[in-house]
């Protein structure tokens, strides 16, 4: 177990709408990364937030926002849905020993847009 | 073409194979690469990370990284069973704060 958990485990949205996605990292780290991974491929970048705030964001639009707690906890919020939004979402929490940070990945949330 | 490339498979093998699974990249920016385990309907699982070229070791796994032809790979000995499951290459340009960029996995079966 990795000590990341995210919730909920499945949702199911229709185009168009928000959702929201929660995930509660291990104490102490202070990086967070949220990841997109379509059926069959690799997970995408979506951004990464440190100490509360954007610290990189992969190419995806606007309309894919996050937020980070000082609890370690933090959002994904997907607005105006569409089909192709559905996937698994992961997230990665990280801290640092040294040099190296290494992610550390939840189990995903598996949207389904229809 | 895509940053890092990675054949999908599927990889069908014995129980007590070795396999072999390769990942290639295109940005010599990378300098940290990592295997992750992902079972079916689970998130990625860290299996090993390494940042200089050769072998590093780990049990039954071996990690490979040729800088020089952009080139890693993941060996696993005396393959079991429990090892089905996709295997996802990931890479970073540093160790520290960076996006992973990942191949698009490889699913493997081990057939007892």
């Known amino acids: 177990e990795t000590g990341v958990t995210q919730s909920p485990t499945h949702l199911i949205k229709t185009r168009g709408q928000q959702v929201t996605l929660r995930c509660s990292s291990q104490s102490g780290h202070n990086t967070v990364s949220w990841y997109q991974q379509a059926l069959g491929q690799g997970p995408q970048f979506i951004f990464q937030?440190?100490?509360?705030?954007?610290?990189g964001r992969g190419n995806f639009p606007p309309r894919f926002s996050g937020l980070q707690f000082p609890n370690y906890s933090s959002e994904l919020n997907v607005n105006a849905l569409e089909l192709d939004d559905s996937a698994l979402y992961l997230c990665?929490?990280?801290?640092?020993?040294?040099?190296?940070?290494?992610?550390?990945f939840g189990p995903g949330t598996r949207l389904l847009v229809l | 073409q895509k940053e890092v490339e990675q054949d999908p498979g599927p990889l069908s093998v014995p129980e007590g194979a070795i396999v072999s699974l390769n990942c290639t990249y295109s940005?010599?920016?990378?300098?940290?690469f990592m295997w992750y385990r992902q079972y079916s309907r689970k998130g990625p699982e860290l299996l090993m990370y390494t940042y200089s070229s050769g072998n590093k070791e780990d049990g039954r796994f071996t990690a490979q990284v040729d800088k020089s032809s952009k080139y890693i790979s993941l060996f696993i000995r005396d393959s079991q069973p429990s090892d089905s499951a996709t295997y996802l290459c990931?890479?970073?340009?540093?160790?520290?704060?960076?996006?992973?960029?990942f191949g698009e996995g490889t699913q493997l079966t081990v057939n007892p």
């Open positions: 990665a929490s990280s801290s640092k020993r040294g040099a190296e940070e290494t992610q550390y």
């Open positions: 937030y440190y100490r509360e705030e954007e610290n």
């Open positions: 990931a890479m970073a340009p540093s160790t520290s704060g960076s996006r992973l960029t």
């Open positions: 940005n010599s920016a990378f300098q940290y």
